[in-house]
Structures are given as C-alpha cells and as structure tokens.
C-alpha cells in the first residue's frame, strides 16, 4: 500500500491540531503563575518595601563573629586563588574560613594546609571518611570540626556563612550578613554569574536565568510570604539558628541524602518558624552587590548540574515533603517542581510550532491554523499564551539589561531556545536517574559540579567596572599612605582612605604574606582592587 505525502501531512495535521488544545492549557495555566509573580514584584518595586541599606548603617553595626564554611572535593587547583582573593577584597575583619575536605584527597588537604601557614583565619577541618559524598555531608563534618575549634579556642562563632570553592565574594557581603542578622535568622545574598562573551551561550542561560531570579522571582517570593531557598552560597545563617536545626535532627544541620540541601534547608527553616531574608540587588558602582561565580560554561557540565537540581528540587523533594503545608505552601511547591511537565512540553511547543511554520511557509496550510480544527475557548486562550510568553520574555531581557547591560541582554531570545533545550534534556534524565534509583533500591548520586575560579584576565574583564577608579579625585599625597618600598614590593597603588579602609590597586592578585605585610604599617582596613595592566601604569604614571 503506497503512502503519499498528502497521508503523511494529514496525519501530522491531526495530530497537531489535537496536541494543541492541552499545550495552550498548560501554557495558559503556567503563564498566569508567572503573571502573578512579576505583579507580586512590582508591588514591593512600586511601595519600595525594603529600600536598600546604607553604607553608614553597615559601618555602625558591630562585627560580630563569623564562620565562613566551604566544602571542598578536589578543589586544590581553586581554592588558593579564591582564599587570597577574598581575604584581600571582603571590608570585614572578624571572620575564619573552615575549609573541609576528605583524607583521601590528598592534594586538596596539601593546598588547605599550605594556607592554614600562610593565613590565621584558615583553618582545615577534614571529614573522618573518604570521598566524595555530599556537600551536605562535608558541611556537617566542618560544622562539628569548628564546635571542636571553639572549644580548644575558647571562642564562639555568632554567624555561619556557606560559599564555595570558586565563589567571589562581594567586598561588603558579610557587612550585609552581620546587618542584617539583627532581625533575620537566615539571610541569602544575592548571587549572579560574571559575565562572559555574547556567544557564551550556555554560561549566558545562567546570567539571563539568575538575573530575573534573584531580580524578580525571590523578591516577590518573599513578599507573598513564600520560603527562601537557600542558593547554596552566599548564605548566612544565625547561630541560634544552626543549633536549632542541630537539635531537630540528631544534630545533622543538613540532610546528608538530599542533592540540594539548600533548597531542603531554606525549607526545614521555614517550618521552623525562622525569618528568612534575601537581600534585594542593589548596586554598588556598576556592579551588583552580589556573589560571583563562573557557573558551568559547556552543554555537558550544565546538563550534569541542572538534572541535580530537577532531581533534588523537584523529584526528591515531592518524595520527602509532599504538598503538605496548606495552600501556599502547595503553590510555592509548584513553583519549584512545574519544570518537570512544563520543560518538555516546551521543547515539543516548539518542534510543533517549527513544523506548522516550516509548512506553511512551504505553500501547507496547517490544520491548526484553521479556526474550525481548534475549540472556541482554546482560540480564545490563544492570544492571552502568546501574551504570557512576549511578557516574560520582555521581563528577562529588562532583568538581564539591568545586570550586563543591553548588549548582553539581546541575546535573551536565542538563549531562551537554548536554555529549553538543555532543561528539557535535564528533565528526561532526571525522571531516568530518579526512576532507575528507586527501581534499583539504590540511593541517589550526588553529581558535583566542576568549579573553576575566575583567572586573572577573566576576573578583571567580568569585574571591569567594579569600583573605577577616578584619577582625578585621588588626593595628592595619597601615595604616603604606604611606604614607597611597600608599593614597589607588591607592586601596588593606594589610591583613596575612606570609611576606615585604605583602598589599593594592583593588576595582579595579592600574593601570600600581602596582608601582614600591609598591616605592619596601617591600621585600616584593606581593600584590593584588580586594574588590568594599562590602567595599573596610568594611574602610577599619573600619581608619581
């Protein structure tokens, strides 16, 4: 029996036509809960509910004690680069690192130990089994090494603060934290991705993603009284609040089996009773207030990460919490786990809408495109989806703009194909990883992400801008500030004193020994800022 092409088009017809009529339902029904949440936005934009703090108000609040806790797994190439970084750039100084890691990880421990010498407030903590196993896992193994170290100390730690191995920490981030812990008991700074090159597309899926989450999407979480997950990093927490935690469940401050504790934490805290905060995005200078990072920048790493997070968020978190909790919590639920049904459903929108448009344009008139193939009320959804999809495409492209800037963000359409793509694969293999664990009886692996800390060229072209320099405005005997053969040692410029802090230039990272060799001659504060080389030999030049 021969088959025309007629037979194949008609059958296609059918079978869009009919496909049609659930998919702008679904599309409908998704669009209104996003509607919802950029008006719950622009209320709290419109009232400024939370304006932003001042630098004086941080300046007045008394540093408290804070723990900075990061996991490590094969982090030795990253993790001397980061401690060196922060501890020049971050304006607070009462503050340790706890850097913990397995024993079978030798290398790692090496590089650990190596800063323990070289910084005071570095301090190694290991786990006291091989790994790897879970972030959540080491943490709890460097929250016990550090109750350790408070008691051989005789000290106590007010704030506890998660980062990760390849995190740029905002200079005034723990300012934020220790501010706002006066009233919160959970505070989540903002997180985004340093920015990359137009053509980075799988990078740029992040910092379009992150931009109008941490821009939109968290805020108006909290101002319809939603619980803030946690973002992994950049998180601090009260220490009231931790042991409250500690003593709920045998004293595991994180669920050691879940593959996104900072989501589940965000949650149990919830349940608590805690208030949680995020910090809105404010800017300082040109650039956000925010922890950067380079998230993962190929198909590959990004695909790994993010069936983590559908796993972890959608799937392992149904399991363990159901949608108990009443309605507003089973709304925020289906917020987070949506993206299971709604990721693939996408990506066969649009297989659907390529096939109707190549059709047509090929002299095809789809049935779909004939009012009787579709029923009245899906015509009348029609509009109203495609109005649902331009908005929240304007909304990313004006969060994005906001971040990186209009160039950046006119690429916000391209990589939204780009991002259906890899979400919808990420989906299909977490339903597959999910399913085949407990199928299997097995646990769920956790997949760890590989970090790279930003190299120099790449720091200071994501940075570019962060705190510019105004060569004119720099008084004259600024330079007096250090002796000359301190500047010539490390190769650096002082170039304003304000608010306590001495601020310095320098083209390349500070090297170890930088800060007790500083600090022998000047009780302020140091603040390092990265010039790429040009500008370092201007402003020297200038200055002399």
Not at 199 to 222: M, N, S, W
Not at 312 to 336: M, P
Request: hydrophobic fraction near 45%; glycine fraction near 4%; aromatic fraction near 12%.
């Amino acid at each position: 029996m021969e088959i025309r092409l007629e037979d194949y088009l008609r059958f296609l017809d059918n079978f869009t036509a009919f496909c049609v009529v659930p998919l702008v339902v679904w599309i409908f029904v998704s669009g209104l809960d996003d509607l919802l949440i950029a008006l719950a936005f622009l209320y709290s934009w419109l009232r400024k509910l939370r304006p932003p703090v001042t630098d004086s108000q941080l300046r007045s609040e008394p540093e408290k004690r804070i723990a900075i806790l990061v996991a490590l797994w094969q982090e030795h190439e990253v993790i001397g680069s980061m401690i060196r970084h922060n501890a020049a750039s971050l304006e607070y100084s009462n503050y340790d690192f706890f850097l913990c890691t397995y024993p079978n990880d030798e290398e790692t421990v090496a590089a650990v130990a190596e800063l323990e010498d070289s910084f005071p407030n570095v301090h190694l903590a290991i786990c006291p089994h091989d790994g790897p196993t879970s972030k959540s896992d080491c943490l709890n193994w460097v929250y016990q090494n550090l109750l350790l170290f408070e008691q051989q100390r005789q000290v106590r730690f007010e704030i506890l603060v998660i980062h990760d191995a390849e995190d740029v920490i905002h200079p005034a981030a723990l300012k934020l934290i220790n501010y706002y812990s006066r009233e919160w008991e959970m505070i989540q700074v903002p997180v985004l991705p340093l920015r990359t090159s137009l053509f980075d597309l799988t990078h740029g899926v992040y910092c379009d993603e992150f931009a109008e989450y941490q821009i939109k999407d968290i805020p108006a979480r909290q101002t319809l009284g939603g619980f803030i997950p946690s973002n992994g990093v950049g998180a601090g927490f009260r220490r009231d609040t931790i042991e409250k935690l500690a003593s709920c469940s045998s004293n595991r401050v994180f669920e050691p089996e879940c593959l996104t504790e900072d989501y589940e934490i965000g949650l149990r805290l919830h349940e608590l009773g805690c208030r949680q905060l995020f910090v809105p995005v404010q800017f300082q200078g040109p650039e956000p207030m925010a922890t950067r990072e380079f998230f993962p920048r190929t198909f590959r790493s990004a695909l790994q990460q993010r069936t983590r997070w559908i796993t972890g968020i959608a799937l392992q978190s149904w399991e363990r919490h159901g949608w108990r909790g009443g309605v507003r919590r089973a709304f925020w639920f289906w917020r987070d786990r949506k993206g299971v049904v709604g990721n693939p459903l996408s990506a066969f929108a649009n297989l659907l809408l390529l096939y109707v448009l190549l059709t047509w344009a090929a002299g095809h008139t789809p049935a779909v495109l004939r009012s009787e193939a579709i029923p009245p009320f899906a015509m009348l959804l029609l509009p109203c989806t495609l109005f649902f999809q331009i908005f929240q495409l304007v909304f990313r492209t004006v969060c994005a703009t906001r971040i990186y800037g209009p160039a950046f963000a006119a690429g916000v359409l391209v990589r939204s194909t780009w991002a259906n793509v890899i979400n919808s694969i990420a989906t299909v293999l977490a339903l597959h990883r999910y399913m085949r664990a407990k199928w299997r009886r097995e646990p769920l692996r956790w997949l760890k992400t590989e970090h790279t800390y930003p190299s120099l060229a790449s720091l200071t072209q994501a940075l570019a801008g962060f705190m510019p320099i105004d060569i004119d405005e720099v008084p004259a005997g600024v330079l007096r500030a250090l002796p000359a053969h301190l500047v010539e040692k490390w190769h650096i410029l002082p170039f304003k004193v304000a608010a306590g802090s001495l601020h310095l230039a320098g083209p390349h990272p500070p090297p170890e020994g930088f800060q007790a060799d500083i600090r022998r001659f000047t009780n302020l504060r140091i603040r390092f800022h990265l010039v790429d080389e040009f500008d370092f030999e201007e402003l020297k030049q200038r200055l002399g």
